[in-house]
């Protein structure tokens, strides 16, 4: 059964310092696992099959991201400067960030040349257990070939201009000395981690015998699928459908499911821990074995990749109602089918608060709006909702205050 999937518009820095443009599919339930997707060449994170690939791996539990490579779509950085080796480091910065900011990935998946850019970057990136690639060539000189490029005049020029899908791009003579690099012969052999070859008899870009290149260097647990007659863009709704069914059932078998406590470091219960990603205001909060995230909305110069501080107490206040009066519903036997709470902030004149002790200045309140769904349930029934409503904890540690003490984590360790 799919789950629903939150897509979110995220970056990172590469190794020059330029920042790559991505999107975040996250299932809302939590992710199993997480993924990373590279496109193919002159492609972007946002070509039908990537979409769509990654988020039918998102409905099925994986938390996937894909980015666009420097100098493509909109990332920073001129394409230019880059080559098959710098697509890779690429990569290893797109896990690097997953592993600041979430959890590494322990699956690649790339199309094209980016699917031999994650064979390659698979073999630097540790927690990498699933390799899969779609319709990639065995060897990087192969797109040398397929560009039709003018090498004698690249040899005078050290650059020339291609056309590529009605864009034009800038290859350099540095570039296709990269491409001439036993990229994959050195490392496929010794690679030892599960890989997916998934290539089309018919495709007219990267002839399937390349396919069969890639899986004789291979060592198992290696396995071929064909995509029947699919063309190389997985341009069809259906054949981009089929790969993510396949990839994500190949794929549990050497990413199993985590065990519940398992999935993360388990903290202690009334332990909260909340420390930076290494993105602007980000934060990672862990809670038991969950993780969440806390930002500040770009208007505040943060990234708006989770909830605001704030935001979260009120979640919290809002929570804790609904909660409470589930609890005191089911344990009286009414009918209460459905509870609904909004929880807003303001700020208001204390001169306007009719019972605040504070006559002077600005005050913060939160109002709750509760909607109790139940036809069955009587008036005096809902009047006494509302009262147990104010009783929830967090409701009563919010009126009554609480006293916050700082301790420096120096001063524990002696410094």
Known sequence: MAVAVL???????????????AALDLPRAGARAFACFAHCFTCSKDIAA??????????????????????????????????????????VCAADFLRRAYQAP???????????????????IAEVRAVATIGAPSDTAHLKQALGLDLDRLAQSDQV???????????????????????????????????????????????????????????????????DNADHLLSRVDDSRYVADVLAAWASRFVPEPPPTAAAEALAAGLVRVGEVGEKYTQQIAVRTHRLIADEPESLGGKDRG?????????????????????YADRKGWPLQQIDVEVYKERIHAADCVDCEQTEGMIEVLRKRIDLVGDALDAEQRTRLLQIADRCPVNRTLKAGIRIETIRADDERGA
């Open 307 to 327: 909830p605001t501080p704030y935001e979260l107490l009120q979640a919290a206040l809002g929570a804790c109602t609904a909660v409470t009066l589930r609890m």
């Open 161 to 227: 201009d291609v056309e590529l899908g009605g864009r034009s791009f800038t290859i350099t003579a540095q570039f296709v000395r990269d491409l001439e690099g036993k990229h994959l012969e050195r490392g496929l052999q010794t690679l030892r981690k599960a890989t997916l070859i998934m290539h089309s008899p018919v495709d007219e870009v990267v002839a399937v015998d390349h396919a069969r290149r890639l899986f004789e260097m291979l060592k198992h647990p290696k396995s071929f699928v064909s995509l």
């Open 7 to 21: 897509r979110q518009k995220v970056d990172f820095e590469n190794a020059a310092g330029a920042r790559l443009a």
């Open 50 to 91: 990537a979409s769509r690939i990654s988020r039918a791996l998102a409905e099925k539990g994986y938390g996937v991201l894909r980015f666009d490579f420097t100098g493509i779509g909109s990332s920073e950085g001129e394409f230019a400067n880059t080559d098959f080796s710098s697509n890779v480091e690429d990569l």
């Open 106 to 124: 322990q699956l690649l998946v790339g199309h094209s040349l980016g699917g031999a850019a994650v064979l390659v970057a698979a073999q630097r």
